[in-house]
């Protein structure tokens, strides 16, 4: 089994930093792509950033300048450091995953959601 684990999230003030940060543990062999999406309530999800296995990055127009994804291929880690966060940031952050397992099947797995909150 492989999960995605995503300790972290909480409440800052505009204007502060956060850092969020998604482990992936199991049956893994090799993850091809790292991902935050994120969903405020009425809304749907979206994409914040990735990171592909060859260090290819994207972000969302509305993070750009502020948030850096980044990821440790050692500990399966995906990070995502969020900085100048505006009350408009405040969603559930989710991780997601397309990696293969130990047994050669390819899948997307999503983590459980950590809530970020950004006071005015």
């Known amino acids: 089994q492989v999960q995605l684990v995503e300790p972290g999230g909480g409440l800052v003030q505009a204007g502060g930093s956060l850092r969020l940060s998604c482990a992936a543990s199991g049956s893994i062999f090799s993850i091809n792509y790292l991902a935050w999406y994120r969903q405020a309530p009425g809304k749907q999800r979206e994409l914040v950033a990735s990171i592909t296995n060859s260090n290819k990055i994207n972000y969302a127009d509305s993070v750009k300048g502020r948030f850096t994804i980044s990821r440790d291929n050692a500990k399966n880690t995906v990070y995502l450091q969020m900085n100048s966060l505006t009350p408009e940031d405040t969603a559930a952050y989710y991780c997601?995953?397309?990696?293969?397992?130990?047994?050669?099947?390819?899948?997307?797995?999503w983590g459980q959601g950590t809530q970020v909150t950004v006071s005015s």
């Open positions: 997601n995953s397309d990696l293969r397992d130990k047994l050669g099947n390819v899948r997307n797995y």
